[in-house]
């Protein structure tokens, strides 16, 4: 919380959600501990739920894929870089890769 409150200052009158996404980490005895002592209310995630995110079939995969082997000294070289990738794919290429859901 102190550091939320350092970094975010304006969420210290806000209510907290955290979102679980299921990883091992979040789902701990620890981090659930801490998450129910720092009242914070807890948005369940529905585990295999692809339908929630087709994005991490189709989109972020061949997002990770992109910037491989190039080096980016700063972070504005690397933004105009996704940038220039996302102005690059063709007009239906998220429409495209929707249907491929029904595929998988």
């Not at 701990?28 to 692809?50: C, K, Q, T």
């Not at 870089?81 to 998988?104: E, P, Q, S």
């Amino acid at each position: 919380m102190k550091k939320i409150s350092e970094k975010r200052s304006g969420l210290q009158k806000k209510k907290i959600i955290f979102h679980q996404d299921n990883a091992s980490t979040h789902k701990s005895v620890l981090a659930m501990g801490n998450i129910r002592d720092l009242h914070y209310e807890l948005l369940e995630h529905p585990p295999y739920s692809p339908d929630l995110a087709p994005s991490d079939f189709y989109l972020f995969p061949k997002l990770k894929l992109f910037p491989a082997g190039q080096c980016f000294s700063l972070n504005q070289e690397m933004t105009a870089a996704v940038k220039g990738y996302f102005a690059d794919l063709t007009k239906n290429h998220f429409r495209d890769g929707i249907m491929l859901l029904d595929h998988r």
